[in-house]
């Protein structure tokens, strides 16, 4: 009888044997640094010296976007002063001039404006050192340990660095906002007379691409992030100091396209087991995935799939409450989890078996 387990915890298995054609095969970069991740799961493809502080130029903008997004109004209006007038690349504001803060960022991210960069800063926090010390708690709170930000612009100065694998992290981070996606992926927009093309020849040549940022000083080298989405899963590169980052890029993004697909270990609303409710008015509760389970893997590899809930929980228990975890591991590493919700009680109780053929096992169930 399910009311005299003695296990406080519910345990069930099921490995997962996915079959895909192509192997993760050898390949190289003109870049002094780089990185390939996929953007859910942040598992690395591919990497060299990705963790090595390095000069990023222009890419800082990504986090420039993300913090003036979290922080800021688009549709908030500023004036440009002559405080926002800068070297280099630009969208050519003008001193007395008002924009809003969305339209900077159009400026900001697909001709790299570093003036836009500036008004962008003081329109979000109204001194720049405030702005700056913004981005660098962002990323202390996404852990990129090998970065610093000096200025929201990129141009070259003592203590702004970051790192291919820190940029990557904060990329896929950035993707999650789907303003700052709609704005990276934009290839051209006319604001007022000015007419904006994005710098990010990938939107045109790659497949799938949505974008990210380009980059360049003479110290730093060409610099370039970019994203490409294709059948359910999202890839982020970056690349550092790199002559040939454009065919760099499609070669990575199409190495890892080639290799690697989304498995969906679980379905999001799969049941996957119940759990008894003491003092309801049901017995029991069914427990299902609240979302997809999924993870990139190549065709020689198998994910263990692990569900954990207690054997019992007090009522009142409403549809969506967070009962349980289910856990995939690779090589038996933890690599993704997703939360098991209650269902409603007449939710219907599919058989757990993605995959056709396998067995569920369970344990601790008596």
Not at 206 to 230: Q, W
Not at 291 to 301: A, H, I, K, N
Request: charged share 20%; with cysteine.
């Amino acid at each position: 009888m399910l009311h005299r387990r003695k296990f406080c915890t519910t345990f069930f298995a099921l490995l997962l044997t996915v079959c895909m054609a192509g192997q993760a095969g050898a390949i190289h970069t003109s870049a002094a640094s780089a990185v390939l991740i996929e953007q859910k799961s942040g598992r690395v493809l591919y990497e060299q010296s990705a963790d090595d502080e390095r000069l990023i130029a222009s890419i800082t903008k990504i986090m420039t976007a993300l913090v003036a997004l979290e922080h800021g109004q688009l549709q908030k209006t500023y004036t440009v002063t002559e405080a926002d007038l800068a070297e280099g690349s630009s969208m050519y504001l003008k001193p007395g001039e008002s924009l809003r803060l969305e339209e900077l960022l159009y400026g900001l991210m697909l001709v790299s404006g570093n003036d836009a960069a500036l008004a962008v800063a003081h329109c979000v926090s109204g001194e720049l050192e405030d702005f700056v010390e913004l981005m660098n708690e962002t990323a202390g709170e996404l852990g990129m340990t090998h970065s610093h930000f000096a200025n929201p612009n990129g141009l070259d100065a003592q203590g702004h660095y970051s790192s291919a694998r820190d940029m990557a992290v904060l990329t896929a981070h950035a993707l999650n906002n789907q303003d700052f996606k709609r704005i990276v992926s934009t290839a051209s927009v006319t604001i007022g007379e000015r007419y904006l093309a994005n710098h990010n020849k990938l939107l045109r040549l790659c497949e799938g691409c949505i974008g990210v940022k380009t980059g360049f000083t003479k110290a730093a080298g060409r610099t370039l992030v970019s994203a490409a989405a294709r059948e359910g899963m999202t890839l982020v590169c970056v690349t550092l100091n790199d002559g040939d980052d454009w065919n760099d890029h499609m070669a990575l993004l199409d190495h890892g396209f080639a290799n690697y697909r989304m498995e969906v270990a679980v379905p999001a609303g799969r049941f996957l087991s119940s759990t008894m409710v003491r003092g309801g008015t049901v017995a029991q509760v069914p427990l299902m995935a609240a979302e997809d389970l999924s993870y990139p893997l190549t065709g020689d590899e198998s994910l263990t799939v692990v569900a954990r809930a207690p054997v019992s929980v007090p009522a009142p228990v409403v549809p969506g409450q967070v009962i349980g975890q289910v856990c995939a591991y690779l090589d038996g590493v933890e690599v993704a989890a997703a939360d098991m919700v209650a269902a409603a009680p007449s939710a219907r109780r599919e058989a757990f078996s993605p995959i056709v053929g396998l067995p569920l096992l369970q344990g601790g169930l008596r």
